[in-house]
């Protein structure tokens, strides 16, 4: 097509004749109707476009970024390019649904695009794992696989982008990383984490499960953003954290113990049993602060282990050391005691010393 002018633009909204070229020429390229759509700013105009337009897909990308603030706008027009794409074009379906997420806040509105979205990552993560199972016996090079992610040539920047976010939660997902233990695990004190350069910490963190995946980020920042938040929120929340751990891990406690005494048919009163044994551990005023004895009259009594039986000593003393594995972490359900391997790949990640941003 020749080349238009400023003019043309304008005799073309204005109605005027126009030199040179026909009204169907001009509908239909891409080119001069985004130029008249962004001289107007007026969405009808997307009816003057040609069919070949309407269903172009680089045309209705531009179409709904261009006035993504009108979500009754750009839905209805999202939805009918989702309706009459082909297999052929199912990347596409991929790419669209991903941009329709990332615009619409709406839970309920956006469910439908979500869905696709999830089926799309759902896919890749099945190719990942296909892949690395053709290279077994040498996945240290690949990590959980977003390598095959990152460089397939089917996946636009937009999606890509997706992927990794998704993938950074599905490697949490994976190894069962509570991302707030973590980082008080890591950290003695909010102080402590608030000196830590961020990004070199997560893309750090991240490189210990997926090097590609820590590069991808090096480069957009942008998909660290929820762990960002995050760290903001474990920083806020720091005080109640140790508050509500220390809760659970005595409710934890309580609940152990209890559970020993019933099955192991243990007649020792349960408070005695709880403030003596404290008392050996130095932890009876936390057993006060979180048991329900504080708001009973009669306070438990000391148990004098001399006149205690043969029985009743091995019950005292087996009680006893459950509470102290308890408390100094060593505690561990039977059910629950499986392979460590995962485990010891998230406890070995040795992160360098803090350093100050800047």
Request: glycine share 2%; proline share 1%.
């Amino acid at each position: 097509m020749k080349k238009y002018t400023v003019k043309t633009i304008i005799d073309y909204i204005n109605g005027n004749d126009i030199e040179n070229f026909t009204l169907e020429e001009l509908e239909d390229n891409m080119e001069f109707m985004k130029s008249v759509i962004n001289y107007t700013n007026d969405k009808n105009m997307l009816t003057m476009c040609s069919t070949r337009l309407q269903n172009d897909f680089e045309f209705i990308k531009f179409i709904i970024y261009k006035f993504c603030q009108d979500i009754d706008f750009i839905i209805p027009i999202a939805d009918k390019f989702l309706a009459s794409i082909d297999k052929e074009q199912e990347m596409n379906r991929y790419e669209l649904a991903i941009i329709m997420c990332s615009l619409i806040t709406d839970k309920e509105r956006s469910f439908k695009y979500q869905l696709i979205a999830t089926i799309a990552f759902q896919w890749e993560i099945e190719c990942v794992l296909q892949c690395k199972a053709k290279y077994e016996g040498d996945n240290s090079k690949f990590g959980e696989g977003f390598i095959f992610i990152s460089q397939d040539d089917d996946n636009s920047p937009i999606m890509v982008e997706y992927f990794a976010k998704r993938f950074i939660s599905y490697i949490f997902t994976l190894y069962d990383i509570d991302f707030e233990d973590l980082l008080h695990k890591r950290f003695s004190t909010k102080e402590e984490l608030e000196q830590v350069k961020i990004n070199e910490f997560l893309t750090n963190f991240l490189s210990y499960y997926d090097a590609s995946l820590a590069s991808y980020a090096r480069v957009h920042l942008q998909i660290l953003n929820s762990l960002k938040e995050q760290i903001k929120m474990t920083i806020q929340n720091w005080d109640n954290y140790i508050a509500r751990k220390e809760r659970d891990l005595y409710n934890l406690l309580f609940e152990k113990v209890s559970k020993y005494r019933q099955e192991q048919d243990c007649l020792l009163q349960e408070d005695d049993l709880l403030y003596s044994i404290g008392l050996e551990l130095g932890i009876a005023d936390k057993i006060k602060k979180y048991n329900w004895w504080q708001e009973e009259d009669e306070s438990p009594s000391v148990i004098d282990k001399e006149s205690l039986d043969f029985d009743e000593k091995l019950h005292y003393y087996a009680i006893k050391k459950l509470m102290l594995s308890i408390i100094n972490g060593s505690y561990i359900e039977e059910e629950d005691y499986t392979s460590n391997n995962v485990e010891n790949k998230i406890i070995a990640i040795d992160f360098a010393s803090p350093q100050k941003k800047g």
